[in-house]
């Protein structure tokens, strides 16, 4: 079974700075996708960012980026001039394409310092 | 465009008891994945439905069964509830075949 590990239980980062949080998983598929998920205390995951195996270009999405590293299967999201409002639980999550399922993390909770 | 929903909010039961969890997908959606919750952990997966049959199964007993209507909406039913079941039941919706899923508020279950 595929395996995501957040090696990051909290993490902090001051107003307008830029924080990344770590993510790598386990697989011997070829075809998945890697996603980044926001959980705010209001419980809502919320989609932030996807990421298709295939695809070498790391995806952006306004302030959020990824670095995906196929071969270390390393998948790590930078928030860039972070906002109060980024505060939340963030979730990295795998998806396989075989087994039509998700596979969590266990999180990251961000805390936002103004 | 409605995203996904979830009823109730909140649930208290009793062990032993049966729960049923609601979802309505969101509006053109018609693939629902259940997710199980518990405290400071993240989701695990229960099952997926599509085209009113169960496409994939977690690793969860057979007190967990589900159901699809025909409008996409999906049921959860827990039967012979456990305090272990305490949990945020999240319902996810999806296009087939589209692998990024859209989840709704989710269900506080509370077994006592």
């Known amino acids: 079974a595929q395996t995501v590990t957040q090696s990051q239980p909290e993490m902090s980062v001051q107003e307008a700075e830029t924080v990344t949080l770590s993510c790598t998983y386990d697989?011997?598929?070829?075809?998945?996708?890697l996603f980044w998920y926001k959980q705010p205390p209001s419980r809502q995951m919320i989609l932030v960012i996807r990421?298709?195996?295939?695809?070498?270009q790391n995806a952006t999405e306004n302030r959020f980026s990824v670095n995906f590293q196929k071969a270390a299967k390393s998948f790590s999201l930078k928030i860039s001039d972070s906002q109060l409002g980024d505060a939340a639980m963030y979730f990295c999550?795998?998806?396989?394409?075989?087994?039509?399922?998700?596979?969590f993390g266990t999180g990251t909770s961000l805390t936002v310092i103004p | 465009d409605a995203g996904v929903t979830q009823s109730p909010t909140h649930l208290i039961k009793t062990r032993g008891q049966q729960v049923t969890l609601r979802c309505s997908p969101k509006?053109?959606?018609?693939?629902v994945s259940w997710y199980q919750q518990a405290l400071g952990q993240g989701p695990q997966f229960i099952f997926q439905?599509?085209?009113?049959?169960?496409?994939q199964r977690g690793n969860f007993p057979d007190r967990f069964s589900g159901h699809q209507f025909p409008n996409y909406s999906s049921e959860l039913n827990v039967n012979a509830l456990l305090l272990g079941d305490s949990a945020l039941y999240l319902c996810?919706?999806?296009?087939?075949?589209?692998?990024?899923?859209?989840f709704g508020p989710g269900t506080r279950l509370l077994v006592l």
């Open positions: 996810a919706s999806s296009l087939a075949g589209w692998p990024t899923q859209y």
């Open positions: 697989t011997s598929e070829s075809d998945y996708y």
């Open positions: 990421q298709e195996a295939y695809k070498q």
């Open positions: 999550a795998y998806y396989s394409n075989t087994g039509n399922q998700f596979y």
């Open positions: 509006s053109g959606h018609d693939t």
């Open positions: 439905y599509y085209e009113e049959e169960e496409r």
